[in-house]
């Protein structure tokens, strides 16, 4: 059949159409839509249709073969190309069946099929196209096995059972090369239904296939773990498979097909279930390829323990440093990490398969070095895979190793060594005299490490100044010193105790030199102290006063005078007095207490009075509390007492002048001034005596 477009070997075009059981051996050739049954299926319906795609012919030219059954629709499992060897196989039609789903092809005489097939010989032919239904007799089935030769059966003394036959086209059978069954005697469409024709039949030669296992250490079926149990390796004659010995016939081709069925008993790592064993394999539906695989069969499953699965390579990390340090310690002195590795590190993405579960430890773990920090390095070592896969792995990574560590600072505790072990004499200051340094004891360092207290930058002070025992004192600003003192901390930097003693000072006493002891007359011989003393040592600030027990005159009289004290003591608890018992010095007692010299105070008072004395005079102007006149006698006798104020005396009679008695001079107030006729006398009051 040959045609521009919309070609077919049963049909060009199939509208709506129904094409089933029907087949193709003639050649087919067009242009466009070219099938080997319909050129183009147009809502119609195709079913178990075949034609012979393995024909030898030439298209004309711009024309070519079909690429399918049909032009426009794909190659189905029943409607397709096959070869002609094919398509004289009995079984090639089995799924041609009628309504009732029973078969429609025959291949034994007189068996009512639509359909009669001459097994090795002939395509099917329409049974109502034969002549009629001719039994043959006088001839013996043969069966064999295929040996790569042409086999024969005895085809002589057919009878047949219509004595008139057209032997025309009646044909000799019962030879053959391949595996199949040939029957004795067959027709053509033109000829008859034969029964009873017997057959030559060539069974195919059993193979039996057993797949490679190892050259060497090298093994044929092998793969890096990958969580499943497929095979990754083909069924490649020679190489993972071979055939027995001598089984296949020199010159044929066949192979087993292409098969992806392929599984290790299990998906874990190991040469086999048991030590020493090899992992078994299988592959099932086996199958046979090949332009010569129609003459052999196989068994349909192959297995053998010639499997590998190494085991995966994988790396694991650390996990990079969080808000919280994971790995961290107080200094030890040390190198070793003090938590374990833990779930703090990670595998590869990709590198544990899933649904596996496989942990890390580590054997070993240290700091790079002792000392304390932040972010310090630290390498986990003699790592080890755990859990239930972990056989399936082999970590390449030797060691984990990352900035992930801490060391912080270890306290130290300082303790100041009791019992006034820090004292001084007292100064005055509160500050300590002695070095901190050999007077406190450390706690807490590590081994025999180099550390101790920065002495000369630590200042102490007393609580307070004062003498006493079991004081308070406080040394601040305390650092800490040697080579490894980066690697410690102070619980305080200061640090206090009741271990601190101020003795009290001893000072000397004496009179001062040339300070006279005075006093204004009272009758006794009793001598005041008051300040006429030295105290030699008293610290800078403090003032101590001193006192005498006694103290007196040689003589209550006025004038100068010797005079003693003894009996001498200070009331301050920071000193302690170092001084004779008694001392003597010198002193006056006078009539007066005041030093102030009114003589010159009343100078000239005389040009006051005037030839009139009633003009009046004022004796003194001053603070009433401190000179105030006493009393006033006139000539004629007559005293008048003076109020406490400012007082203006008025002189009635007498000279134009006023003398002042013994003037400038301190007297005793017991001493009774008269006055004369001529004489004016004025007492004033002042401090603790009386001065005229």
Known sequence: MSGDKWVGGLAGWNY????????????????????????????????????????SYVPETGKSKPNGAVGNVDDSDTVKGTNLAEMKKAATYDSWTDASSNKIVAKIGNDHKTWRIYEGYTTPFLTSFFKGVVTVRGQSAKTVTYNGTVQTADTGGAVYSLADIDNSHIYLGGSGRNAGTYVLVYSDQQGYDLVNTNTLTINPKNLTATLTGKTGDTYAFTKTYDGKNSVTKELVLGTTYTFGADQIISGDTVRIADNDTGVYADNNVGDGKNAGDDKAITFNSITLTGADAGNYTIAGTLSGNVGQITKKNITASLNALSDVYVFTKTYDGGTDVKQALGTNYSFATGDIEKGDTVSLTAGTSAYTDKNVGDTKEITFGNLVLGDAAAGNYNLTTESLTGNVGQITAKELTITLAGNNAFTKEYDGTTAVNQALAGNYTISGIVGTEKVDIDSAGASGTYADKNAGDNKAITFSSLTLSGTGANNYNLTTTSLSSNAGQITRKTITGTLASGYSFDKVYDGTTTASLGNGYTLSGVAAGDKVPLTAAKGFYDSSAIGDRTVTFSGFSINDGNYLLSMADSLSGTGKITSGSQDRNYS???????????????????????????????????????????????????????????????????????????????TRTVVLKGGNGYEI
């Open 16 to 55: 709506s159409g129904t094409i089933t059981n029907a087949y193709n051996t003639g050649a087919v050739s067009g242009t466009n839509n070219v099938g080997g049954v319909a050129g183009n299926n147009d809502n119609g319906t195709i079913i178990n249709a075949l034609w012979a795609n393995d024909l």
């Open 600 to 678: 010159d105070a009343l100078t000239g008072v005389s040009s006051s009075f005037g030839a009139n004395p009633s003009d009046g005079y004022t004796i003194f102007s001053g603070s009433p509390e401190d000179y105030v006149p006493r009393a006033v006698s006139q000539n004629n006798g007559q005293s008048y007492q003076v109020g406490v104020s400012q007082v203006t005396q008025i002189w009635y009679n007498g000279p134009a002048s006023i003398t002042i008695i013994n003037g400038g001079i301190l007297l005793p107030k017991d001493i009774l001034l008269g006055s004369t006729r001529d």
